[in-house]
């Protein structure tokens, strides 16, 4: 297993996932890529300039995330790596596992506002239905 590639959303859930990840990789001495995309916004009742406002601000947010994750993993003797997507979640961490043909996607069972009544998120139900690689949902 060469290429570990972890979905993180900044929710607890994806946390674990990224530890769980993190200790695969180590065993296998895998690469470690962690994704995380920024949702477009369909708030059709906001005007073009507080929709960039708010857009701006979760890139922000997720730059700031990843930056934090990448210098925690930053002494870890395994190849780490770092990318932020924009769009659908789904469909761009799909896209990026494919491009890089990562053996491995990893995600948590539930993100940061989803309903916690269905037993599994929307992002990583449409990845494990979708995925053409093995995907591992942390619980
Ligand atoms: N925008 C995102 N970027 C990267 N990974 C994500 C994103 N959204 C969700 N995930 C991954 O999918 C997992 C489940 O989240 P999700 O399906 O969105 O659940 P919920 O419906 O509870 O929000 C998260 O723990 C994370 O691993
Ligand atoms: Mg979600």
Aim: hydrophobic share 40%; aromatic share 2%.
């Amino acid at each position: 297993m060469q290429k570990i590639m972890v979905a993180h959303d900044g929710s607890k859930s994806s946390d674990k996932a990224l530890k769980k990840g993190l200790e695969l990789a180590i065993k296998f001495n895998s690469s470690l890529t962690v994704i995380s995309v920024v949702p477009e916004l369909y708030l059709t009742e906001l005007s073009e300039v507080d929709r960039k406002k708010i857009a701006d601000s979760l890139s922000e947010e997720t730059a700031h995330a990843m930056e934090k994750i990448r210098k925690s993993l930053s002494g870890k003797t395994i190849e780490v790596k770092t990318v932020i997507r924009q769009g659908d979640p789904a469909e761009k961490i799909l896209e990026t596992a494919q491009k890089m043909k990562v053996d491995l996607i990893i995600t948590g069972s539930h993100g940061r506002h989803g309903a916690k009544k269905f037993l599994l998120g929307s992002i990583s139900s449409k990845i494990v239905d979708y995925s053409r690689c093995p995907v591992l949902v942390v619980k």
